[in-house]
């Protein structure tokens, strides 16, 4: 209990510096801002599986699935790639909903930064949950592994030309019947009052529909990570992680996304692996043989390696034609 309180004050604590002191003025955030960013985060997620190697090391932590230390901290690599591949497809979606909703760019990360705090919430909730369902229902390992190849299945065949359209989004519709909304900015703040009614400003509804869609692609995303492990402190940790670096790669990545265009397929490369993972895993501990956990990472990072020199290539092609 002590280790998942240190944790939850050690978020809290970075993300009071990060609004109040790293972003306390409203700013645009470069692209070299962006990038040192996502490479402090990438780094200290690295860095973070020493820790975990530490505390499974000294049996600092509750270990349900007796892990070996180098086991535990490859299983959080792991979760942490699969959880940061899959934040790309989320990037795109919030790309749209700021643009759709008119939010400057010096404000966007004040949205971001309040996603976060709802995304830690409903994950932790979502990975609770998963987490009791699998331990159990043994069967509901084949429910999330069947569903995470129809996903897989379903972005590859799916309609390249269907776009999300944030306004026409059944939240938005929704949110309207609750409370008023104004279509005005005020600076950073999320709600206006105009003639003694307080209304929601496009920032909130920004902020509400981010953090719904945060929800729906947690429901790919936390059946993939409980494919790797069931251990609640490193599916909850590796999540965190992610969801903590996302702003970050959000500013960085933003204006860069058409030149990924191939790593769609290494998100459905990635998404099918731990999909037949989990179906097969039953029939070939049968068998004693069990996929070893370097062979995950190895295929994980080889699968998001392959996806961006392929997109890079196409791209310097195409622009020297």
């Given amino acids: 209990m002590i280790v998942w309180i240190s944790f939850l004050v050690a978020v809290m604590i970075f993300l009071a510096l990060d609004l109040g002191v790293f972003n306390k003025t409203p700013h645009i955030i470069s692209s070299k801002e962006a990038g040192k960013w996502t490479a402090i985060w990438v780094t200290l997620s690295f860095l973070f599986s020493g820790v975990i190697y530490w505390l499974y090391n000294n ?6 699935d007796q892990l070996t230390p180098t086991t535990a901290s490859i299983k959080f690599i792991t979760g942490y790639l699969i959880e940061l591949s899959l934040s790309i497809d989320n990037i795109f979606v919030i790309a749209i ?5 008119k939010i400057p760019p010096q404000y966007q990360h004040r949205v971001l930064f309040w996603g976060i705090l709802g995304a830690i919430f409903f994950r932790g909730l979502m990975i609770f949950f998963g987490v009791m369902l699998i331990n159990k229902f043994s069967w509901m390992t084949y429910i999330f592994g069947a569903f995470l190849i129809y996903t897989a299945m379903k972005m590859l065949f799916g ?3 269907e776009k999300f359209e944030p306004k026409k989004s059944f939240v938005y519709k929704s949110l309207k019947k ?5 279509n005005h900015m ?7 009052k105009r003639r003694h ?3 929601a400003t496009p920032l909130f509804v920004a902020l509400v529909v981010i953090e719904v869609m945060d929800v729906v692609f947690a429901i790919d995303s936390v059946p993939a990570i409980l494919a790797i492990t069931n251990d609640p402190f490193l599916v909850f940790s590796s999540n965190i992680f992610a969801i903590l670096g996302l702003r970050s790669m959000y500013f960085f990545l933003a204006n860069m996304l058409a030149k990924f265009s ?3 397929y290494s998100l459905i490369a990635i998404l099918s692996f731990v999909g037949v993972k989990m179906l097969t ?11 070893p956990e370097w062979m995950s990472l190895a295929f994980i990072a080889v699968a998001l390696i392959v996806g961006i020199v392929v997109s890079l290539r196409k791209n310097s092609k195409e622009f020297v034609s």
């Fill in 197 to 199: 009614i307080t209304a």
């Fill in 159 to 161: 309609n390249e030309n």
């Fill in 281 to 291: 895993h039953d029939i070939l501990k049968k068998y004693n043989y069990e996929i």
């Fill in 97 to 101: 909903i700021f643009s759709a909703f």
């Fill in 262 to 264: 191939y790593l769609e």
């Fill in 59 to 64: 049996n600092y932590i509750a270990n349900p």
């Fill in 178 to 182: 609750i409370m008023p909304i104004s």
């Fill in 186 to 192: 005020d600076e950073e703040h999320f709600f206006v």
